[in-house]
């Protein structure tokens, strides 16, 4: 038999029931909608998970609340602790390495070296993420540490705030006035 010789079996399709064209077809007048109510009216329903207003499922079960955020990321955490128990020094660790020192479960996940523990031989360290601790003992053991995705950017210290202005003690009006060298007319001290 080839693909396009499959068919669906006997009694598989059926056609469409067409409701409110007369009672002689079984399903005229009410439209299998019964009688009359909120179901019964056109654009009529209650939203998914309605009880008719006794207290719903999803909020007597208090397990089933919140979300899952679709774009977390779930990492492969290491400490360096570990890495220094576990590869002899001058050793590249990435992944792969990780996996079959079974430091981490699966080498598809991204890693992220955190920097728990001590670390005393010199290693090249390849993640995609890094804290900074983690980054600064790899250093202080010779190491280096490769970012798969480069590194990120920091974050530039912030410019000191200009010195605030004084303010001023005069208007432009009196200003005019001193420049002109006399009070303007009309304004003379009698």
Known sequence: MRQHELRQPAGATHKRKRVGRGNASGHGTYSGKGL?????????????????????LIRRMARKRGFRNPFRIDYE????????????????????????????????RPVKVLGDGELSVALTVEAVRFTKP???????AGGSVRWLNGEPRRAEPEAAAPAATP??????KT?????????????EEA
């Open 77 to 108: 955490e290491v400490n360096v602790g570990a890495l220094g128990q576990r590869f002899p020094a001058g050793s590249a660790v990435d992944a792969q390495a990780l996996r079959a020192a079974r430091l981490i479960r699966s080498a598809r």
């Open 36 to 56: 009359k109510g909120q179901k019964a009216r056109a654009g009529g329903g209650v939203r998914p998970g309605f009880e008719g207003g006794q207290l719903p």
């Open 167 to 172: 303010r001023r003690a005069r208007t432009a």
């Open 175 to 187: 200003e005019t006035v001193e420049a002109a060298g006399s009070p303007p007319a009309g304004e």
């Open 134 to 140: 983690a980054v600064a003992k790899i250093e202080a």
